[in-house]
């Protein structure tokens, strides 16, 4: 399955840089926390933040961002966190591979990729266990295919 969408591609690393510090700091714009600014903000973390253990963070940095701006973390919105943790496999198996040395350049690539893509998780779990309340609120294994 596939979905087709022109994303939206950072102009500067310092870009991609604002988006990452922003989620820490929680002062990123509720609307600005878009499919592009998650894997940009994957991406920041991931290769410039080495002092931070993305997978031991990352729930509770979306959670808090999440509740900053007045989302909620539920069985039904908010933090998914197979879904965090799919593209957190994706991101890092991207800059495994990826020749590309600016961070504006390399989370376009990532975008414009096959990881990148909003329908990539798919290719590792059906709709249904992707989209389960379990699958939101801790992280299941896939039922399709390994992750990277």
């Known amino acids: 399955m596939t979905t087709d969408y022109s994303p939206r591609l950072f102009e500067r690393d310092e870009d991609v840089s ?17 499919h592009e600014a998650h894997l940009g903000a994957c991406l920041w973390l991931l290769s410039e933040r080495p002092d931070i253990d993305v997978d031991a963070e990352i729930a509770g940095i979306i959670r808090r961002f999440n509740e900053s701006v007045g989302g909620v973390n539920d069985d039904r919105q908010g933090y998914h966190d197979s879904i965090t943790r799919a593209y957190v496999a994706g991101v890092r198996l991207f800059l495994s591979e990826t020749m590309e040395t600016g961070l504006a350049a390399r989370a376009n690539a990532l975008l414009l990729s096959d990881k990148g893509r909003r329908d990539w998780p798919l290719r590792f779990y059906s709709r249904e266990l992707l989209f389960s309340v379990a699958a939101r609120q801790g992280f299941v294994k896939p039922d399709l295919a390994a992750l990277p």
């Open 18 to 34: 604002a988006i990452g510090t922003g989620l820490l700091a929680c002062t990123l714009p509720r609307e600005a926390w878009t």
